[in-house]
């Protein structure tokens, strides 16, 4: 009986541990769980393309996650703000296709949106790109030893007229469709403003 606990606790001892190299550095912070950004662009025809990235067992989606901990000198609450989450979480899931400073400078004036939750909001940021991205740079990139810059393994432009019509089994380059969670959080947004307020600056 004695042993039985024993081994009970190391065993318990252990699960706090894996949990805490998978998590210990995710931060819980009051009002949100995480953030994101909807990267868009549109052709001469104004139609409106976004980027998304395929994440093997979800399927494709726009960039995002949970906010991680900050040392308490670069932050109040310890916690990223929105703002920073989107960033790095962007950064990491295109590879760095998309750069910290493109995204921290679009972010200032960007519509965002916040889908509710029982845990607080999940903001999203909409971020219109004028300049060209050469995609194969996605492939090609040197990247950190960090488990966030190798979380997606594919990245395309899907039109969103195509999204609109076809709902998750959109056509995309591997035939996956996109992940349930992002289409039911992005066809919230629409629902909730008209589509052309979303995506044309006003």
Known sequence: MKLASIIVT???LFAGIGWYVLHGDECSSDG???AGTTVFKKDDEGNVFLLLAYERGRGWSTFGGGPKKLDLEQSVSGCETPDQTAVRESVEESRTLLSAKLLSSAITNAKFYANPTSRGDYITFLIELEQPL?????????LPNDPGYYETSEIAWIALDDILTRGRFVETPNGQ???DVFYQQFDAMLQSQPEHYWFNQQ
């Open 10 to 12: 190391i065993l318990l």
């Open 134 to 142: 050469e995609l194969n740079q996605y492939y090609s990139a040197q």
């Open 177 to 179: 469709p996109l992940w």
């Open 32 to 34: 949100y769980i995480g």
